[in-house]
């Protein structure tokens, strides 16, 4: 399993309608086991997790996620969201 990580900064509430679009969007993707937000709305802070069954499955959407992230910052011009890190997740 792959684990797909991009820092987000700025202020907020949650996600607005693109980004719940882009979510929702993500989840559904062939490959997609779960989309994890963390968010600490104190410091304008927060982790999106993208878990993936392997990078096969992560790369097959790469154009489209670059869509979505652009779609997102357009909804929230403040909101800054990372290029993403990328881990192997090991779990037992």
Same mark, same amino acid.
């Given at each position: 399993?792959? &684990?797909q $990580?991009?820092?987000?900064?700025g202020?907020?509430s949650?996600?607005? @309608? $693109?980004g719940?679009?882009?979510?929702? =969007?993500?989840? &559904? &993707?062939e490959?997609? @086991?779960?989309?994890?937000?963390? !968010?600490d709305?104190?410091k304008?802070?927060?982790?999106? !997790?993208?878990?993936?069954r392997? =990078?096969?499955?992560?790369?097959? !959407?790469? &154009?489209?996620r670059e =869509? ?6 357009? =909804?929230?011009? @403040?909101l800054? $969201?990372? @290029?993403?890190r990328?881990?192997? !997740?090991w779990s037992?």
């Amino acid at each position: 399993m792959i &684990a797909q $990580v991009f820092t987000l900064t700025g202020p907020g509430s949650g996600p607005g @309608e $693109v980004g719940q679009k882009a979510i929702a =969007e993500t989840k &559904a &993707a062939e490959g997609c @086991e779960d989309f994890i937000l963390l !968010v600490d709305q104190t410091k304008g802070e927060g982790l999106a !997790v993208v878990l993936w069954r392997d =990078e096969a499955a992560m790369n097959a !959407v790469a &154009a489209r996620r670059e =869509e979505l992230r652009r779609d997102v910052q357009g =909804e929230t011009p @403040e909101l800054q $969201v990372s @290029e993403p890190r990328i881990y192997d !997740v090991w779990s037992s």
